[in-house]
Structures are given as structure tokens and as C-alpha cells.
């Protein structure tokens, strides 16, 4: 039965009626599984990195910077959500997402173990998010659960190493092949250089043959999978733990489990800090019935609250790879709730993280931007924040020439200088982790790494449009006047669009 093969998993089921599922069918379905991974192990350390990440992610440290850093920084509080409500949900509900990917794999890769368990995986994820399962009894930062972590770890390096010693054995391979096609026309010197080329193979192929003998590749699928199952469950009950008062759609931890004196610290802090501590960074003055007035204007709380539901229960095994934004919108659901008066349901998250990042060269690397650069950031510009960006200049220009002061401009520039420094402090975090989330989630440029991922919550794809673009303006605006009040744009040049942006 899968609760029998599954030892670590042995009583934490609810029912006499799970542990009979499988009874009639175990002795019919044993089979053997590959001798071991091979070129499956790279699939298997690429799900191990995704869950170590998961699992990182979820530390008590990592809850605390979510917490009092993430959730309360600048760019969230004024471009996203100040409801923490919203923003757990949203953090919770991504975590989720990345989970259900790594166990889809589990599953498959479970379809070619031996143990009768690993093979109906799935079905035992499915029966831990009903509740079939006591969450209680996988216990987070259990020194067993380390020791699997740990290995994991070991695997995923010595299995990147054998991808990098394969990669660089391929590019070997291909240059011997290019030297050998012209061998009747090299000279002395050539020929050397091809002799040169067969040594470093040989020695490579022993590098591949050295890692494939210490990593994944000759490892078998049972151990394996196991360990990966097991961290499945482990993480999707310390989510449940972390998000589950505040998120309905949760089953809750047995109430006969006592949790260790670090956990029910954790729990003490994080769920009664959420009505606590309300004085935001954007949060100043307050007004003759105590409440805070934002100078900012924050999103309202209820503005995307209704909106949005995340929680997919269901594992999809037909999820395509995440290769362009179309791709990723059809396999995160979070990602595609995003509402059209958001950045990334406009489909402009990436643009205009782009168009930060360009501007932040502009301001604190001048020297390095040239005229084509300039141009290049204008023309990034959908046409309606085009004509903004002109109207506001033209306005601007033309209070200063009825005010007659133009004479300080150093000073001017300076004023603009440090306006916009207090702007691109909380727009270009924003902008940089907007870019870093999508390339983590391609799979074409995805490496084996372990460390937590930026969560959707910290980057533009949920930020408000209008205001997002509000900024955006200042910004280019701001630049326009300090490149022309410290004299930096083209003399002679009339090209409009320089004009607009240096």
C-alpha cells in the first residue's frame, strides 16, 4: 500500500480508508525501475534546486524580511498593495504555484520507481491538500528533513558540474570537427593546434566521465524521488502553517501536534503583527481622528481584494514550459490574475522595468549615454506616455521662461537630482526584480540554483498602472531637466525626441 512504502509518511493519514486504497492492487503492480537517472538527472537537480529554493524561502528568517522588508518597502506599499492581506495571499498563492510544478515532476519522474507509493505521487499530493494527510506530523527543520536537504544540495552540485563538463566537452567536439574539415590546407602550426584540441577532449571526456559517476546520472530513481516527495509534503504543510490562519482554502495542522518553542514563536510573531505597527514609510501625518494620511496616495485596500483569486488545487500535468510571457501566463495562474489596471495585465511589466533600468543609467552614469542610448529610451515609450512626457515639458519650459530664472541652473539640476534619487529608490528595486523573476522562470536560462526566488509581489506586475506610469513621468522629465539645466544635450541637435528625454 503507498502508506507502507512510504514509511516517512506512515501515520500521518486521517483514515483507515487511505491506507486501504492501494491494498488490492499492490502485489499486481510492482515493476522495475531504470538501473539509474541518466539523462534524467538533470531534470531531477533542476526540481531539486526548485524545491531547496522553496524550502529556503521558507525559513524563519525568510518570513521575517518578508514581513518587515518586503511587504513594507516603498515600491509595494505605493505601487502594489498596502493590504497585507492582499500581498500574503498573493506571496502564499505563488509559493503554491512553484510547488505544483516541482510535484508534477516528482510524479512523473515517481512513474518510473519501483516503490508502488513513488508511483501514484500524485495522488497523495492531491489527498494532502484535502486534508486526507495530518499536516502536523511533517515537522519543517526537522534534522532528518536537513540531512535530505543537504543531499540534495550535494546533487545539484555535482550534477551542474557534469552539464557545465558536458557543455564545454560540446564546444571541444565542435571545434575538432571544424579543424578537421580543413586539415588537408593547415599548416604546421594549425595542425598542432588540432592536436592541441583532441588532448583537451580526452582529458574532458574524463572530467564527464568523473561526474557522472559522482552525480545524479548514476544515481538511481527510488532514493531519490523519495527524498524529493518527502520535501513536497514537508513544504506544502509549512505553508499551511505560515499562511493558513489568514488563507481559508488551507487545511489546518492537527491540533494534537505541539510544535517545537521556534515554530510557535514564529506564529506568535508573524499572525499578531499583521494588526499591528500601521505606520508605513509613505505614512506621515495623521489627521484629528488619529488616522493615517498618506501623501502618496496609496492603492485602497479593496482595490484588487476582489478581483483576484489565486488557489489552484489541481495539478496540471499538461503545463507548458515557461519559454516567453505567453507560456508563463498559461502555467502560473498568479501571474495571469493579473487585473487589466495593472502593469502586467496591460502586458508592459518587462517594458517598463526596462525603461527604469535605462533611466537609472541615465542618472547615475551619464557619461556612458550617448545620443543613440537616449533616443533608444524615448522610442521604448508607448506612444500615450510619449505625448505626456512632451505636454509636461513643454508646460515646464514655459513657466520658467515667463519666471525669467534660468540663471541658477546648477542648483536647479540639483533640486531635480535629488527629487528623482528619492523617486528611483523604491521605482528601480522594483524594476530590477521584475526582470530577475522573469528570468527565473525560464526555463531555457534556468540554472541549478537553490537560493529563494523574488516573488511576484516585489515586482511591477501587480503595481497600478496609472500611478506606475506617474512615476515613470517624473522620471523621464526630471532627467530632461538636469541634462539641460547642466547643459549635457547635443548642442545643434533638433531632434525632438532627444530633446524630450536628455
Not at 535629488?418 to 522594483?430: C, R, S, T, Y
Request: charged share 25%; glycine share 4%.
Amino acid at each position: 500500500m503507498v502508506v507502507a512504502t512510504m514509511a516517512w509518511l506512515s501515520g500521518a493519514t486521517k483514515t483507515l480508508h487511505y491506507r486501504q486504497i492501494f491494498s488490492n492492487h499492490h502485489h499486481h503492480h510492482q515493476k522495475s525501475s531504470p538501473s539509474t537517472l541518466g539523462i534524467l538527472a538533470f531534470e531531477t537537480a533542476k526540481t531539486m534546486s526548485r524545491l531547496v529554493s522553496l524550502y529556503n524561502s521558507l525559513t524563519d528568517h525568510q518570513i521575517f524580511k518578508l514581513r518587515k522588508e518586503i511587504m513594507r518597502s516603498k515600491g509595494v506599499t505605493y505601487l502594489n498593495s498596502k493590504d497585507e492581506g492582499f500581498l500574503l495571499n498573493l506571496a502564499c498563492s505563488e509559493r503554491l504555484e512553484d510547488l505544483n510544478q516541482a510535484a508534477i515532476t516528482v510524479s512523473r519522474l515517481g512513474q518510473k520507481c519501483s516503490d508502488f507509493g513513488l508511483n501514484r505521487f500524485d495522488i497523495i499530493y492531491n489527498n494532502l491538500k484535502h486534508g486526507i494527510i495530518d499536516l502536523g506530523k511533517l515537522e519543517f527543520g526537522a534534522r532528518n528533513v536537513h540531512k535530505i536537504i543537504e543531499r540534495m544540495e550535494k546533487s545539484i552540485y555535482s550534477t551542474a558540474n557534469l552539464h557545465a563538463a558536458l557543455e564545454n566537452l560540446a564546444e571541444l567536439e565542435s571545434s575538432e570537427r571544424k579543424l578537421e574539415r580543413w586539415k588537408n590546407t593547415l599548416g604546421p602550426k594549425q595542425m598542432s593546434n588540432l592536436e592541441y584540441v583532441k588532448e583537451k577532449i580526452a582529458f574532458q571526456n574524463k572530467q564527464v566521465q568523473h561526474y557522472r559517476e559522482i552525480s545524479l546520472w548514476n544515481q538511481g530513481f527510488d532514493k531519490n524521488v523519495e527524498h524529493m516527495a518527502r520535501i513536497v509534503c514537508v513544504i506544502y504543510a509549512r505553508i499551511c502553517s505560515i499562511f493558513g490562519p489568514y488563507i481559508s482554502d488551507l487545511p489546518s495542522l492537527s491540533k494534537n501536534t505541539r510544535p517545537n518553542s521556534n515554530h510557535k514563536k514564529l506564529q506568535f510573531w508573524f499572525h499578531h503583527q499583521l494588526d499591528e505597527e500601521l505606520d508605513y514609510c509613505l505614512m506621515e501625518d495623521r489627521d484629528k481622528h488619529g488616522k493615517p494620511i498618506s501623501r502618496s496616495g496609496p492603492i485602497p485596500n479593496n482595490s484588487k481584494k476582489d478581483k483576484v483569486r489565486f488557489f489552484s488545487h489541481e495539478m496540471n500535468q499538461n503545463s507548458p514550459d515557461n519559454k516567453n510571457r505567453s507560456a508563463i501566463k498559461k502555467n502560473n495562474g498568479v501571474f495571469a490574475l493579473a487585473p487589466p489596471a495593472t502593469v502586467g495585465g496591460s502586458g508592459l511589466s518587462l517594458r517598463y522595468a526596462n525603461i527604469i533600468i535605462h533611466a537609472e543609467r541615465c542618472l547615475y552614469a551619464p557619461a556612458i549615454i550617448g545620443e543613440d542610448a537616449r533616443q533608444a529610451l524615448y522610442e521604448m515609450l508607448p506612444a500615450r506616455l510619449k505625448t505626456t512626457v512632451k505636454t509636461k515639458l513643454k508646460r515646464h519650459w514655459l513657466k520658467k521662461e515667463e519666471a525669467s530664472d534660468v540663471s541658477d541652473g546648477y542648483s536647479m539640476a540639483e533640486g531635480w537630482r535629488d527629487a528623482l534619487e528619492e523617486i528611483m529608490g523604491w521605482l528601480v528595486p522594483m524594476a530590477h526584480d521584475t526582470v530577475t523573476w522573469q528570468a527565473e522562470r525560464n526555463l531555457e536560462r534556468q540554472k541549478f540554483d537553490s537560493k529563494p526566488t523574488v516573488l511576484l509581489l516585489q515586482t511591477l506586475h501587480y503595481s497600478d498602472l496609472e500611478m506606475t506610469e506617474a512615476a515613470i513621468i517624473e522620471v523621464l522629465v526630471g532627467l530632461s531637466c538636469i541634462y539641460r539645466y547642466e547643459n549635457r544635450s547635443l548642442p545643434g541637435s533638433g531632434s525632438a525626441s532627444v530633446h524630450m528625454i536628455i
